[in-house]
């Protein structure tokens, strides 16, 4: 009994020194921190770089805006439509045709170099024509019935250059085509620059004067042996009445400016849409709605070759826009 007792305390005290050994060999150990600029401290390169992609501009949506047209017509959507609105009863005009043809033609006139112009003049404006000739009105200047010669000579005298300069670039009496614009007007060629361009106090036409128009038959019979049996013409009788119309025109003009009384009535109400932005993002398509619909439509290119057009057919070819545009459309009910 006592010799196992011996060998159970051998065996107990030969593990508990295994166990001291195994304890003291498992103790932390002490490292020294490599420096900061130690040669182990290597920066290995990327093969494969991140490029941070290139900014592309922001190309700004087109922007469709829509509205009511005003009452009166003055609604502008580009610089070739505005809103057109039916109104009951329509306006009068301001100006009779015969009016309006006096003040189309001498604006051109004015302006058409003749040596006897005063030293430096300078030519009325087509404003300043309507401002001094404003009451030209159906009521003071009425129409009256023209020959087809007349008709041919005023239309001339709008778009010929060439009858425009021999009428007004030199000698003022050129008959017959003279003869066709005093009998129409009531007033001589170069009465008319003397008095409209000019404004010369020389002239032998005023408002305010009572000459009377002479035809040259009628001038050359009261320098003969019969001068007390020279009767006018009828044409120039009915010229002498167009006159003194003039002269209550031009007279009314200055007394009692034009005032445009209308009262506007519209029999319908109008709505418009427009679309600005680059004709490529969605211009066609947008046309396309608008044309479907029989509206009146326009298309007014900015930039450089800026124009603007009334459009019934989506452009193609050539004519299609590459940049900027302002569209509009409207529409009645």
Not at 28 to 44: A, G, R, T, V, W
Not at 229 to 242: F, L, P, R
Not at 296 to 306: T, W, Y
Request: net charge neutral; charged share 15%.
């Amino acid at each position: 009994m006592a010799q196992q007792n011996n060998s159970f305390s051998k065996s107990t005290l030969t593990f508990m020194l295994i166990l001291s050994a195994m304890m003291f060999g498992c103790q932390k150990s002490n490292f020294s921190p490599i420096e900061q600029n130690s040669k182990l401290d290597i920066n290995i390169p990327d093969d494969n770089p991140v490029i941070d992609p290139p900014v592309l501009p922001s190309i700004p949506q087109p922007v469709l805006s829509k509205g009511q047209c005003a009452a009166d017509s003055s609604t502008a959507l580009t610089s070739c439509l505005k809103c057109n609105i039916p109104q009951n009863p329509p306006p009068p005009p301001q100006f009779s045709q015969k009016g309006q043809s006096l003040i189309d033609i001498m604006s051109i006139a004015c302006s058409i170099p003749n040596k006897s112009a005063p030293k430096e003049y300078t030519p009325p404006t087509r404003e300043q024509f309507l401002q001094r000739l404003n009451q030209l009105t159906p009521v003071y200047y009425p129409d009256s019935s023209m020959s087809s010669f007349q008709v041919s000579v005023i239309q001339g005298l709008k778009t010929d250059t060439t009858l425009q300069k021999k009428m007004f670039g030199g000698l003022w009496y050129q008959p017959p085509y003279s003869d066709a614009f005093e009998t129409y007007f009531g007033i001589e060629v170069g009465e008319a620059v003397t008095q409209l361009c000019y404004q010369s106090t020389d002239s032998k036409f005023t408002p305010y004067n009572s000459t009377p128009l002479q035809s040259k038959a009628y001038i050359d019979c009261s320098y003969g042996p019969g001068s007390f049996s020279c009767k006018e013409s009828k044409t120039y009788i009915d010229a002498n009445v167009y006159r003194d119309q003039l002269r209550r025109g031009m007279i009314e003009s200055i007394k009692n400016p034009y005032v445009d009384n209308h009262i506007i009535l519209p029999t319908k109400t109008c709505s418009w849409e427009k679309f600005e932005g680059l004709y490529s993002q969605g211009g066609a398509e947008q046309l396309g709605l608008w044309l479907l619909n029989n509206q009146k439509v326009s298309v007014e290119i900015l930039g450089d070759a800026a124009q603007c057009l009334n459009i019934k057919s989506i452009p193609t070819g050539n004519s299609i826009p590459t940049g900027n545009v302002i569209m509009s459309t409207y529409s009645c009910k």
